[in-house]
């Protein structure tokens, strides 16, 4: 997929399809088909719940101010920016097409993405990802994956970003910024990605997305409106309760550390763990509705793609994103989903300096990565 602000060297990306932003940067180099990843800063921007809603910017100046304060205490000078993002406005079709020319393939893409009958003006890109042959006919077809996002969400964006003082260079979708970097390459030191058939799902607050990535390529990927965020919600409400008392017994059942009454409980600190949660009814309630959300939404996903396009057997499921960093999250999915579960730790593509958490930052590292 080409940029959709233009092209040049790119070295800052921003993660925008939450309200906790993901800002990176680092380079990508790419020989003999094989791409390397580095990541040199790093960081995450908290931001007000509604700041960003679905992937569209609602409060530009508190962003604005809390990004230009993030880059100045992490010294990022890069001025060079790339945006990921995801949304309702996201537009993705998958088309088989006649083997034309490329002229006349761009017409026919656009005619069939516009005939889904949106009234909006639409930037329309694609990419040929293989072939196939017609049934009836035995004529050869093209597969193409065509991404279409409305010009003034684009446009928007441009002016976001450069109302932060700094130059646009690429608009990126995080669909297509997993599919670049998932292509190829090592999880956590023993799963290739080109030989084996992987479920990676995103756990955001507000959203969850499940992607079906069948040898280096996702085949398909459902964006669903549920998130981790009421857990959080619930453990900070329990902490306010408890207060300074970091001996009670919800302190240790919420493994609270930090000591600071009025800060919220860090994930990492939140077991979800069946046995764990149950010695706490409210934390319980909030865990268990949110895995059986997420217990139904994988198991009919992975249902679906094996049914359809007739892959093999689901072999791992990687979690990444921030609902990732819950204590024993992976134990507890693959515990009820009866399959093998691992956090999205390393990718072989990929690296950065000490303390580096890929799980938070795997679009950022997508969307470095571009393309002629």
């Not at 005619?111 to 050869?140: F, K, W």
């Not at 280096?216 to 669903?224: D, E, K, M, V, Y």
């Not at 390393?346 to 002629?372: H, M, Y």
Request: charged share 25%; aromatic share 6%; hydrophobic share 40%.
């Amino acid at each position: 997929m080409k940029d959709i602000f233009g092209k040049g060297g790119n070295e800052l990306v921003i993660d925008c399809s939450s309200s906790d932003l993901k800002v990176a940067v680092g380079n990508y180099n790419s020989k003999n088909n094989r791409t390397s990843i580095y990541i040199d800063k790093f960081g995450v921007v908290p931001l007000d719940t509604d700041a960003i809603n679905d992937g569209a910017v609602a409060d530009s100046f508190g962003i604005v101010m809390a990004v230009k304060h993030a880059l100045a205490r992490m010294d990022i000078r890069s001025k060079s920016c790339i945006i990921t993002t995801e949304g309702a406005f996201v537009h993705t079709r998958d088309l088989e097409l006649p083997v034309v020319k490329q002229d006349q393939l761009k017409d026919m893409v656009k005619y069939e993405v516009m005939g889904q009958g949106s009234n909006r003006d639409l930037s329309i890109d694609y990419i040929v990802y293989g072939t196939a042959v017609d049934e009836e006919t035995n004529a050869d077809k093209l597969k193409v994956r065509a991404t279409a996002v409305p010009t003034d969400t684009i446009k928007d964006y441009r002016e976001f970003v450069k109302s932060m003082d700094l130059t646009p260079i690429a608009l990126d979708v995080n669909p297509n910024a997993i599919r670049k970097l998932f292509a190829d390459g090592i999880i956590n030191g023993n799963v290739n990605i080109t030989q084996t058939t992987l479920l990676l799902i995103e756990l955001s607050t507000r959203t969850t997305t499940v992607t079906v990535l069948d040898k280096g390529f996702p085949i398909l990927s459902r964006r669903l409106q549920f998130g981790h965020s009421n857990i959080r919600q619930v453990a900070d409400s329990i902490k306010k309760v408890q207060g300074n008392n970091q001996q009670s017994s919800l302190a240790r059942r919420l493994n609270i550390t930090t000591s600071d009454a009025e800060s919220s409980v860090p994930i990492e600190d939140i077991d979800v763990w069946n046995e764990t949660v149950a010695e706490t009814p409210a934390l319980q309630s909030a865990v268990n509705a949110y895995f059986k959300s997420l217990v139904d939404a994988v198991s009919r996903t992975a249902q679906f793609s094996i049914s359809k396009y007739h892959i093999d057997a689901i072999s791992t499921c990687f979690l990444y994103g921030s609902g990732a960093g819950y204590k024993k999250i992976d134990k507890e999915l693959s515990r009820q989903l009866g399959t093998q579960v691992e956090i999205l730790n390393t990718l072989s593509t990929v690296s950065g300096p000490k303390g580096f958490e890929l799980p938070q930052f795997v679009n950022c590292c997508g969307a470095l990565i571009r393309e002629d």
